[in-house]
């Protein structure tokens, strides 16, 4: 999951393993694969950035924290 700004500066959470295409005309429209658009303040660029660190992350598999196995997060979990 990716997170994302709309054009009204509302984020969202997308599926990154729904992204089809991405272009900037010139706003940057996410096509998925339901066909649904989505339109974002991010460029392209970033959105596929994104998306690739999405699934470096999921490759890489869970880390352990404790006794818990978690996967990485793109943001540091806060301290307990």
């Known amino acids: 999951m990716i997170?994302?700004?709309r054009l009204d500066g509302k984020e969202l959470v997308v599926n990154a393993d729904h992204v089809l295409t991405v272009e900037a005309t010139p706003d940057t429209v996410i096509m998925l694969t339901n066909g649904m658009h989505l339109m974002v303040k991010e460029?392209?660029?970033?959105?596929?950035e994104r998306v690739a660190a999405w699934r470096r992350r999921?490759?890489?598999?869970?880390e352990r924290r404790g006794d818990v196995l978690t996967f990485p997060r793109s943001v540091p979990a806060p301290e307990e």
């Open 3 to 5: 997170l994302l700004t």
């Open 43 to 48: 460029p392209p660029d970033e959105v596929v």
């Open 58 to 62: 999921c490759q890489a598999g869970p």
